[in-house]
């Protein structure tokens, strides 16, 4: 499976964009880009995903490379609420079946916010 | 609300007692998954379910067992918990589109399981 390699930690001061960046070098042509975040103590959400184009939705946006071997995760004003672990992953569009249902963790970014 | 449940949410139990940790969902979602969560080795999937009585090993499987008797519940039964399945328990769910790849997973808030 393809992988994704992302910086450990990060830190914004609240009410500043953050741009969290995903390293998908082996990516391939059935793969959706989805990110996931993880509150302190609660189970993990989605965020938002993608597979060419660029995706806004209300939580953030999703800014896809062309050659789509990079994305980068753009929350546009930081709240201390947005402090948590993203997740970048890669999920197949369908073709494995169940399998493109299966969401592969890495370790994420961490992301502080300071006030 | 839309919610997957678990319970317990805490649980401290002692090898080899037998244990269940439920999971429901009000969403009439077709797929659901177990997940346990262990530092350093982030989120991995122990079984899943694509309906009722289909269910299916994830990366993890050993020790666990799993049932889906009804679309809404996906209980994780250890029938002889040991030590190494201390850890933190997700379960999630999803609705299936005929192949297609659904956008979004709803987790659980987690079961923390600790055996002694």
């Known amino acids: 499976d393809a992988k994704t390699t992302q910086p450990n930690s990060m830190e914004s001061n609240e009410e500043e964009p953050v741009h969290l960046p995903c390293n998908h070098s082996t990516i391939s042509g059935t793969d959706y880009i989805h990110w996931y975040r993880q509150l302190p103590s609660q189970g993990p959400e989605y965020v938002i995903h993608g597979l060419t184009s660029n995706v806004n939705n209300r939580m953030a946006s999703l800014a896809i490379a062309e050659d789509r071997k990079s994305s980068t995760l753009i929350l546009h004003r930081a709240t201390l609420r947005d402090a948590a672990v993203y997740y970048c992953i890669l999920r197949d569009r369908g073709t494995k079946g169940a399998g493109s249902y299966q969401l592969t963790f890495g370790k994420g970014t961490k992301l502080s916010v300071i006030p | 609300e839309a919610q997957v449940t678990q319970n317990p949410r805490y649980l401290i139990t002692v090898t080899g007692k037998k244990l269940t940790v439920t999971c429901s969902q009000n969403?009439?979602?077709?797929?659901m998954s177990w997940y346990r969560q262990d530092p350093g080795l982030g989120l991995r999937q122990i079984y899943y379910s694509m309906n009722v009585e289909a269910t299916d090993k994830g990366d993890v499987p050993e020790g666990y067992k799993v049932s889906r008797k009804e679309k809404r519940n996906f209980p994780l039964i250890l029938e002889s918990p040991s030590p190494n399945q201390t850890s933190l328990y997700f379960c999630?769910?999803?609705?299936?589109?005929?192949?297609?790849?659904?956008?979004?997973?709803?987790f659980g808030p987690g079961t923390r399981l600790t055996v002694t």
């Open positions: 999630a769910s999803s609705p299936w589109f005929g192949g297609q790849s659904s956008y979004e997973q709803y």
């Open positions: 969403m009439n979602h077709e797929y």
